[in-house]
C-alpha cells in the first residue's frame, strides 16, 4: 500500500529565517507531486506541482520554491521566511490524473 | 468570482439529520473532488466523479456537468461526520486542485 509522510509536523520559525519541509511517498513509482497551502482562515491554494524528478511548476509568485531530488521526494524551502509564510502545508500524490492523496501537513508559524 | 462556489459556508444539523453540501464550478473539468478536513488539519479524499452518482456508506455524491453542480449528501448524520467539507475541481494533464472554501459542518448529539 502506499503511504506519504511530510516532516516536521510543527514548526516554528522566526522571520528570515530558512526552511526546508519534506514529503515522501511510499508503494508507488513517479507519481505527480504537489505542494499546497492553507493561511489562517483561508482555503487551500496549490503552491508547486511535479510531474517528474527535477520537473516543478510554480502557480503562485512567492517566497518559497520546491524541488525534487528523488523520484518519491518534495520539498519545500525558502531562504528567508516571511510573516506570511505561516500556514498548514499539505503534501499529496497521485497517480497521473487520478485521485489525490494527502500528507499529515506541516503547521508551521513565522514569528 | 471564485471559480469554485461552495454553500452554505457553515451547516449545524442534529444527529441523524439527512444534510446536503452544494458546489458550483464555473470552469471546464475532468473531475470533481469531495475532500474531508478534519480540526487536526488532515485531509481525506472522499469521493472523484466525472458523471453520475458515487456512494460509499453514509456518504453520496452526485455531478450534473450541464449544469455545473455537485452535491454531497450525508445521510443519517453523526457528530463524527462533524469536518470542513472542500469541493475542488481538476482539468488538464496536470491534475491541479482547485479549491472551493469549504463547508464548516457541525452535527450536534
Known amino acids: 500500500s502506499q503511504t506519504i509522510h511530510q516532516w516536521p509536523a510543527t514548526l516554528v520559525q522566526p522571520v528570515g529565517s530558512p526552511l526546508s519541509l519534506e514529503c515522501t511517498v511510499e508503494?508507488?513509482?513517479?507519481?505527480?507531486l504537489y505542494w499546497y497551502r492553507q493561511a489562517a482562515g483561508r482555503g487551500l491554494q496549490l503552491l508547486f506541482y511535479?510531474?517528474?524528478?527535477?520537473?516543478i511548476s510554480s502557480e503562485v509568485p512567492q517566497n518559497l520554491s520546491a524541488s525534487r531530488p528523488q523520484d518519491r521526494q518534495f520539498i519545500l524551502s525558502s531562504k528567508k521566511l516571511l510573516l506570511s509564510d505561516s500556514g498548514f502545508y499539505l503534501c499529496?500524490?497521485?497517480?497521473?490524473?487520478?485521485?489525490?492523496?494527502f500528507g499529515p501537513g506541516t503547521r508551521l508559524t513565522v514569528t | 468570482k471564485n471559480e469554485v462556489e461552495q454553500s452554505p459556508q457553515n451547516l449545524t444539523a442534529q444527529e441523524g439529520e439527512f444534510i446536503t453540501i452544494n458546489c458550483s464550478y464555473s470552469?471546464?473539468?475532468?473531475?470533481l473532488h469531495w475532500l474531508q478536513q478534519h480540526p487536526g488539519g488532515g485531509i481525506v479524499s472522499l469521493f472523484m466523479?466525472?458523471?453520475g452518482k458515487k456512494k460509499h456508506g453514509r456518504l453520496i455524491a452526485t455531478i450534473n456537468i450541464q449544469e455545473k453542480h455537485s452535491s454531497l449528501h450525508i445521510t443519517a448524520s453523526h457528530p463524527r461526520d462533524s469536518a470542513v467539507y472542500i469541493c475542488?475541481?481538476?482539468?488538464?494533464?496536470?491534475?491541479?486542485?482547485?479549491f472551493g472554501t469549504g463547508t464548516l459542518l457541525a452535527v450536534q448529539p
Open positions: 475542488a475541481v481538476t482539468g488538464g494533464a496536470t491534475n491541479k486542485l482547485i
Open positions: 470552469v471546464g473539468i475532468s473531475a
Open positions: 508503494g508507488t513509482s513517479n507519481p505527480n
Open positions: 499529496a500524490w497521485s497517480r497521473g490524473v487520478g485521485e489525490q492523496y
Open positions: 511535479s510531474v517528474g524528478i527535477g520537473q
Open positions: 466523479l466525472s458523471s
